[in-house]
């Protein structure tokens, strides 16, 4: 059975100032892991992009960390990436490619992409160069370094739009959604 958090009992992350030096910055020059099999440089990529930044999605029969849903922003994951591929034709219709990104390998992020039937690909920053490019905020649990949730948006590889932090995950396509109809 799938892990899904009860949204309403889990706390609140803060707006702690880490992604206010992103608006503006251009996406940086990384070949990331995707689950198409290949490579990908984000910032090769023209027209609008969405980013979701997402700290890890449970893997099957693996216990989730101890902790896990004390930790504010961290549950939520699987949520959030299922609100993605649930709105994936308005994206579509919007011209805007979506991508999801953490620190997981691709090998485990192709069995979530199959699990969670996601019509898009999720990129690995396992090595965390993009994370350490962008200077994203980034959190430790149980020895693994995992990105804080954050959606961005970026046009023509530059960074125009922030969402962090995102907060509950399950609504964060629909509010990118409707920011980007505005």
Not at 51 to 78: F, H, R, S, V
Not at 175 to 180: G, K, N, Q
């Amino acid at each position: 059975m799938e892990y899904l958090p009860d949204v309403s009992k889990l706390p609140t992350p803060e707006d702690d100032g880490a992604c206010n030096h992103l608006l503006g910055e251009k996406l940086p020059q990384v070949l990331l892991a995707s689950t198409s099999g290949g490579r990908l440089d984000l910032s090769a990529i023209q027209g609008k992009v969405v980013l979701y930044c997402y700290p890890m999605t449970k893997q099957p029969n693996i216990p989730i960390p101890d902790g896990w849903e004390q930790i504010p922003g961290a549950a939520g994951c699987t949520l959030q990436s299922c609100s993605f591929r649930d709105f994936n034709a308005e994206f579509q219709e919007l011209g805007v490619h979506v991508y999801g990104i953490s620190t997981q390998d691709s090998l485990y992020q192709q069995e979530v992409v199959e699990r969670l039937h996601l019509p898009f690909e999720l990129l690995s920053d396992a090595n965390l160069a993009f994370t350490i490019s962008l200077r994203l905020p980034i959190f430790d649990v149980e020895g693994k370094r995992l990105i804080k949730r954050l959606t961005l948006v970026a046009d023509g590889g530059k960074i125009v739009k922030v969402f962090y932090p995102v907060f509950p995950p399950d609504t964060n396509a629909r509010e990118v959604i409707d920011w980007l109809k505005e």
